[in-house]
Nanobody, 124 residues
């Protein structure tokens, strides 16, 4: 059983930056594909970014490409989401997730474990 704990959220002005972290425990972190998802009020949860097990391959939601960067440190059992040039539409509860699979995935249904989320609020 994998436990995931997100941190790093907060309130930031448009154009600012935040770095989210997700610390994993209870499993072999390097064997899991990791992903970040988000859910805004009144909207469905959506894919943001994913990274494969060794960290050599990443995929992003189109609207965050060039602004967000996902990375992982398998020695520290942690995945990160560096967010730059933040926009009000990035406001959401951000979740990290772990999938026991070989290849990175953009689909929430393929993830086995989820954190509780960290709130990101971007003001004008």
């Amino acid at each position: 059983q994998v436990q995931l704990v997100e941190s790093g959220g907060g309130l930031v002005q448009a154009g600012g930056s935040l770095r989210l972290s997700c610390a994993a425990s209870g499993g072999t972190f390097s064997s899991y594909v990791m992903g970040w998802f988000r859910q805004a009020p009144g909207k469905e949860r959506e894919f943001v970014a994913t990274i494969n097990r060794p960290g050599s391959s990443t995929y992003y939601k189109d609207s965050v490409k060039g602004r967000f960067t996902i990375s992982r440190d398998n020695a520290k059992n942690t995945v990160y989401l560096e967010m730059n040039s933040l926009k009000p539409e990035d406001t959401a509860l951000y979740y990290c997730a772990a999938a026991d699979r070989t290849y990175a995935s953009t689909r929430a249904t393929t993830y086995d474990y989820w954190g509780q989320g960290t709130q990101v609020t971007v003001s004008l």
